[in-house]
T-cell receptor, first 115, second 111 residues
Framework: NAGVMQNPRHLVRRRGQEARLRCSPM?????VYWYRQLPEEGLKFMVY????????ESGMPKERFSAEFPKEGPSILRIQQVVRGDSAAYFC?????????????FGSGTRLTVV | QQQVKQSPQSLIVQKGGISIINCAYE??????FPWYQQFPGKGPALLIA?????SEKKEGRFTISFNKSAKQFSLHIMDSQPGDSATYFC??????????FGTGTRLTIIP
């Protein structure tokens, strides 16, 4: 039973390029969450998605960032025209549903470096 | 944004000692309080969680103590071992909303 799969594990992009981060939730999980972690800092919520729907994007920067979770395939976090400040670890988590008792399972993250 | 305040930022404990990490929350509507453990290069992993209708939950060497009136909860690691050295995050959530995390505590267990 594979866990939450994120790829790539490491991603290097030059300023101005696009970064695409992928997340395949655990089998049977229909809720996906993206978090960003800066060095020596906590986990900052970005976006919460269900299949084909964005439920909460209150943590997403207004520009350059977008996320989707299509009916088929992984969830994608897309960062356009990356800047040095986008360098961080991006974690995806999934849960089978929401409510009491349903915790998140995290992937191992994608470490984005913008040069 | 609702905050979860975590302390200390870093903690050094001798092997066999008790590690204690504290968190305070603001939103009285929060109803789920998990703790996550993260090793370098890995994603956070759920360690233990509690609901506000109980004051304590124990799983092996890990215990959550919950004080609803003070809006505080803490993680106690008994008989701390070098393998417990990691970063620990508390978190809180209301209903179906997303988890809000504390800033983390880097725990180091020394021989």
């Amino acid at each position: 039973n594979a866990g939450v799969m994120q790829n790539p594990r490491h991603l290097v992009r030059r300023r101005g390029q696009e970064a695409r981060l992928r997340c395949s939730p655990m089998k049977g999980h229909s809720h996906v969450y993206w978090y960003r972690q800066l060095p020596e800092e906590g986990l900052k919520f970005m976006v919460y998605l269900q299949k084909e729907n964005i439920i909460d994007e209150s943590g997403m920067p207004k520009e350059r960032f977008s996320a989707e979770f299509p009916k088929e395939g992984p969830s994608i976090l897309r960062i356009q025209q990356v800047v040095r400040g986008d360098s961080a670890a991006y974690f995806c988590a999934s849960s089978p549903r929401t409510g009491l008792g349903y915790g998140y399972t995290f992937g191992s993250g994608t470490r984005l470096t913008v040069v | 944004q609702q905050q979860v305040k975590q302390s200390p930022q870093s903690l050094i404990v001798q092997k066999g000692g008790i590690s204690i990490i504290n968190c305070a929350y603001e939103n009285t509507a929060f109803d789920y309080f998990p703790w996550y453990q993260q090793f370098p290069g890995k994603g956070p992993a759920l360690l233990i969680a509690i609901r506000p209708d109980v004051s304590e939950k124990k799983e092996g060497r890990f215990t959550i103590s919950f004080n609803k009136s003070a809006k505080q909860f803490s993680l106690h690691i008994m008989d701390s071992q070098p393998g417990d050295s990691a970063t620990y995050f508390c978190a809180s959530r209301r209903g179906n909303e997303k988890l809000t995390f504390g800033t983390g505590t880097r725990l180091t267990i020394i021989p």
